[in-house]
C-alpha cells in the first residue's frame, strides 16, 4: 500500500483532502514514492495561525536550549544518514554520493548551528550621554513561511529551518510535492530532536494554494519572513507579494552560472570542474554551470578534452556508483526541459552544431535504463557557439545542457559572466592571481569560484546571489541570522534625570 503524507498543523496531522498527488521515484516511473494529499488555503492560514501561537513559548526557551534541540538534530540525521539518503536517491533521483552530500549538508548546517545558541550576541554601545548606556538585541522574526524546492530535497530546506528554529521563530514549511516524502522524513527527526508541536508545520500544497496561503497569512499579520528557493519568476512574485504587505523575503533564485577558461588555466582541471558543474546533479542546480566562456586560444583544445570527458560519463540507474548523473528529478521538470530542447530544435542554429548529445535528433530522453519510458534520463548536451542573444545563453535550463563561448580580454569575459542578468554563482580557471581577482571584483556574482565547480558551496559561507538570482538576502553561516532575528536596540538612563539626546549632550 502506498504511504499516504498529510500536511500538520499545530502538530496534528490533517484530514486528507479530496486532492492527492503521488511523488514517482523518476528513475522508474512505475515506482510510487508516496502519495501526497494537497492542502487547502485554510489548512495553510491555519498552520500559520499555530505557528503564530507556538512561537511565543519557543523564543521564550533560553536560546543555548535551543541549540541543544538543533545538536539533536544533528546526531538524529547521522543516526538516519543511509535511509535518507537512499530516500533523497529515490524520490529525486539524485546519485548516492549526491544524496550523501546532500544529507550531509544537514548535519554541517546543525553543527555550525548549535553553538550559535550561545553566541546570539547582541552589543552594548556607548551613549552620548553619562550615566547612560546603549545595548542591541537580535529577536526572533516570528513566523517564518519557508517555501522550497525539490532539488535539495532536504538540505536547502535546513538552511532555512534550522537557523529559524535556532533563533526562536516558528516555522511553516511548504515543500516540494515531488519530494513530499523526503519532506515527511526530515521533518519526523526535527520533530524527534525536540522542536514542540506547532512550532515546526509541513503543508503540503500546489502553487496557487501557496500563493493564496501566504497572501491570506501576511495580511492577517501572521507570517512575518518568507524563505523561498525557485526560479527567478516565482520569486518576483513572491518577493512582490512580502513587499505589498511590509514584509521582507529571502529569496535564493535561479542562475546562469559562467566559467571562464583562461588560456593560462590547467585544462584537465577545468574539465573535471566543467564535467560536475554542468552535468553532476543532471544540471539542476542552481549553482550548476550554464555557460563556458573559453578563451580563443585554447578553445578548441579545451572543448576537445570537455568532449571525451562528457562522451566517457556514465549516466543512468543512480544507485550505481560509476554514474554522473540520474534522472531529471520530476515529470514536471522534464516537460519543461523537454519543450526547452524542442524550442532549440526548432529556432536555434545550434541544432547542428551541437558537438555532444541529441539536440539535433528526435526524441532527447536517453532512456539509459531499461525502457525508455521508465526514468526521465537525459543525454548530456555540449552546446558550441553559443552568443549573448541566443536563448541558450540568457536562460536557466535546469537541465544537462551546457554552452560553450569564446572571449579574447578578460574584460570581455567578465561583460559575458555577467550578461545574463543572473549573479548567483561564477567560477574562473587560471593559474594567475590577477586574473582571478580581477575576475572576483569584475563579477556580480554573490559566490565566486577559483579553480573550483561553480557548485558545492560549503554550508558555512554566505549562499545567495544578486541581480535575477535573489535580492541579496544571504544563507548560511551567521550571515542567515540577519535574515531570522531583528535588531531591538535599548537604552537605559540610570542618572535620575531627563537627558534628552541631542539636546542635553556633553559638550567640552
Ligand atoms: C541549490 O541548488 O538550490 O552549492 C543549492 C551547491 C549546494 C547547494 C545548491 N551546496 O551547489
Known amino acids: 500500500m ?3 503524507i498529510v500536511s500538520t498543523v499545530g502538530g496534528n496531522p490533517v484530514e486528507p483532502q479530496d486532492r492527492r498527488e503521488p511523488s514517482i521515484n523518476p528513475s522508474r516511473l ?38 541543544r534541540v538543533v545538536a539533536n538534530l544533528g546526531r538524529l540525521v547521522e543516526a538516519n544518514f543511509e535511509a535518507l539518503t537512499a530516500l533523497v536517491t529515490r524520490e529525486v533521483g539524485k546519485t548516492l554520493a549526491e544524496a550523501r552530500g546532500e544529507v550531509q549538508e544537514i548535519v554541517d548546517t546543525c553543527d555550525f548551528f548549535l553553538g550559535e545558541g550561545r553566541r546570539l ?20 522574526v516570528g513566523v517564518a513561511a519557508v517555501v522550497t524546492a525539490g532539488n535539495f530535497p532536504v538540505a536547502v530546506p535546513s538552511w532555512y529551518v534550522v537557523p529559524a528554529l535556532l533563533c526562536g521563530n516558528a ?3 511548504k515543500p ?58 516565482v520569486g518576483a512574485r513572491v518577493g512582490e507579494l ?42 539542476q542546480r542552481c549553482t550548476s554551470l550554464g555557460t563556458l566562456i573559453v578563451q580563443e586560444s585554447v578553445l578548441d583544445e579545451f572543448t576537445r578534452r570537455l568532449e571525451e570527458a562528457v562522451q566517457g560519463a556514465a549516466i543512468g540507474d543512480p ?9 531529471l528529478m520530476s515529470e514536471r521538470f522534464a516537460g519543461r526541459y523537454d519543450s526547452y530542447l524542442q524550442w532549440l530544435e526548432d529556432h536555434h542554429r545550434v541544432s547542428g552544431s551541437s558537438g555532444v548529445g541529441r539536440i539535433s535528433s528526435g526524441n532527447p530522453r536517453a532512456g539509459f535504463v531499461g525502457d525508455p519510458a521508465t526514468g526521465l534520463f537525459y543525454h548530456p548536451v555540449l552546446v558550441h ?29 567578465v561583460e559575458l559572466a555577467d550578461a545574463p542578468g543572473y549573479g548567483l554563482s561564477a567560477a574562473i580557471y587560471t593559474t594567475d592571481p590577477r586574473k582571478a581577482f580581477t575576475f572576483r571584483r569584475g563579477t556580480r556574482a554573490g559566490m565566486v569560484s577559483i579553480n573550483n565547480s561553480t557548485s558545492g558551496a560549503e554550508a558555512h559561507l554566505p549562499f545567495g546571489g544578486n541581480g535575477r538570482s535573489g535580492n541579496g538576502s544571504r544563507q548560511s553561516g551567521v550571515w542567515v541570522l540577519d535574515q531570522f532575528t531583528r535588531w531591538q536596540s535599548m537604552n537605559w538612563d540610570y542618572s535620575g534625570r531627563l537627558q534628552r539626546a541631542q539636546m542635553d549632550t556633553v559638550t567640552i
Open 2 to 4: 502506498t504511504r499516504l
Open 30 to 67: 512505475d515506482d510510487v514514492v508516496a502519495e501526497v494529499a494537497l492542502a487547502d488555503v485554510d489548512t495553510f492560514v491555519a498552520a500559520c495561525r499555530s505557528a503564530r501561537r507556538a512561537q511565543r513559548a519557543w523564543a521564550d526557551v533560553p536560546a543555548p536550549v535551543r541549540g
Open 121 to 140: 550576541y547582541g552589543q552594548t554601545v556607548p551613549s552620548e550621554m553619562p550615566d547612560k548606556q546603549l545595548f542591541t538585541f537580535r529577536v526572533p
Open 171 to 173: 516555522v511553516v514549511w
Open 176 to 233: 516540494a510535492e515531488y519530494a513530499a516524502a523526503c519532506a515527511d522524513a526530515f521533518a519526523e527527526l526535527i520533530r524527534r530532536a525536540g522542536v514542540p508541536d506547532g512550532v515546526l508545520d509541513v503543508v503540503h500544497a500546489d502553487g496557487p494554494t501557496t500563493f493564496a496561503g501566504l497572501e491570506t497569512g501576511l495580511r492577517e499579520g501572521l507570517i512575518d519572513k518568507i524563505g523561498f528557493t525557485g526560479s527567478s519568476e
Open 242 to 283: 512580502a513587499g505589498r504587505h511590509l514584509q521582507s523575503a529571502c529569496l535564493e533564485l535561479g542562475g546562469k552560472n559562467p566559467m571562464v577558461v583562461t588560456e593560462d588555466a590547467d585544462l584537465d582541471l577545468a574539465v573535471h570542474g566543467a564535467l560536475f558543474a554542468g552535468f553532476g546533479t543532471a544540471g
Open 319 to 327: 544507485t550505481d556508483p560509476s554514474v554522473l548523473y540520474g534522472p
Open 385 to 413: 557557439g553559443v552568443r549573448p542573444d541566443d536563448k541558450l545563453f540568457q536562460q536557466e535550463t535546469f537541465g544537462p545542457i551546457v554552452g560553450v563561448t569564446r572571449y579574447s580580454t578578460l574584460d570581455e569575459a
